[in-house]
C-alpha cells in the first residue's frame, strides 16, 4: 500500500489498511457499538479486504 494519501484509486476503496487509525476510525463509525479493539481484531481475522471485515463484524453481532 502506497504511503501517499493523494494516491488514490479502486485498491484503496476495497482494503482497509490496519495501521492507519483514520480507516479503523471510518469502520468504528460505522459500526459504532463496536470498540476499536473489536474493529481491529476484525481487520486481523477477516483480512484486509473491506467486504470480508464488514461480513464478520456483522456476523459477530
Do not use: C, F, W
Amino acid at each position: 500500500m502506497s504511503d501517499n494519501k493523494e494516491n488514490t484509486g479502486k485498491q484503496d476503496d476495497i482494503r482497509v489498511d490496519l495501521n492507519d487509525p483514520s480507516e479503523v476510525e471510518y469502520l468504528h463509525q460505522q459500526y459504532p457499538r463496536k470498540s476499536h479493539e473489536e474493529i481491529k481484531l476484525a481487520i486481523q481475522e477477516a483480512g484486509p479486504i473491506r467486504a470480508d471485515i464488514i461480513a464478520h463484524l456483522e456476523k459477530s453481532r
